[in-house]
């Protein structure tokens, strides 16, 4: 069964950085779009960012442009979301996701991880 697993959330300060990383199980996602998107306490799920399966091409919401990052190893079916320049605004649980392909827009991701917290406190 194709499992998703995000980890390395956490508490960190305004200003501060944190790598997110997915780890993918029960089949590989080499072939998939990859993508990670987020969820503040009272707010719908937002895309964050997504890339293409073969890490060719990239896209970000504008809020986060500049400051995060996203990139993949295939060989060993993770990707992973560099946070710089943390503000208390990206505050949410950060959830990976897969598509079958990179230009199905948002429902197009079909596998979910759980989710992992990232805090920014001011």
């Known amino acids: 069964q194709a499992q998703l697993v995000e980890s390395g959330g956490g508490l960190v300060q305004a200003g501060g950085s944190l790598r997110l990383t997915c780890a993918a199980s029960?089949?590989?996602?080499?072939?998939?779009?990859r993508g990670w998107f987020r969820q503040a306490p009272g707010k719908e799920r937002e895309f964050v960012a997504a890339i293409s399966a073969s890490g060719g091409s990239t896209h970000y919401t504008d809020s986060v442009k500049g400051r995060f990052t996203i990139s993949r190893d295939n060989g060993k079916n993770t990707v992973y979301l560099q946070m710089n320049s943390l503000k208390p605004e990206d505050t949410a649980v950060y959830y990976c996701?897969?598509?079958?392909?990179?230009?199905?827009?948002?429902?197009?991701?079909?596998?979910w991880g759980q989710g992992t917290q990232v805090t920014v406190s001011s």
């Open positions: 996701a897969a598509s079958a392909t990179f230009y199905g827009g948002n429902g197009a991701f079909v596998y």
């Open positions: 029960g089949q590989t996602f080499s072939t998939y779009a």
